[in-house]
């Protein structure tokens, strides 16, 4: 399935979220985003409509198995490109992951793609440098 941006970027607010809280909110999602809480509703309706997180998201939302999957996508790329910007780029631990967040979420999947070939060439060689 293709997301947009900002389906992304929700999925993965409400994986970080839910990876601290019990409890992911509406008005947490809102604060955590910096938008509105009906922009948050409204994202919620169209994330539940794809069958992403649970219709009933009015006291917590709740990733589907299906929603779980798209996370676990999205963050098997985020791993790489992470980093990317933490080691390559020396980019403090925040920084890199809201870089590599952007960057998923704004650059085509190709490009994406071809920087994560080149992070594991990269990680590949210096393995194999170290063990000479």
Known sequence: MKLCAGQIKYLVAIKELSDTNEYVRCVTISRYLGVSR??????????????????????????????IEAVDEIFSAYGEIYIFFNRFLHL?????????????????????ERLRVIVRKTIKKNKNKKKQ
């Open 92 to 112: 403090p631990s925040e920084e890199a992951r809201s870089q590599a967040i952007k960057f998923i979420t704004e650059f085509p999947e190709e490009t994406c």
């Open 38 to 67: 009906p922009s948050v509703s409204k994202m919620l309706r169209c994330l539940a409509n794809f069958g992403l997180v649970y219709e009933d998201f009015a006291n917590s939302v709740v990733l589907t198995p299906e929603g």
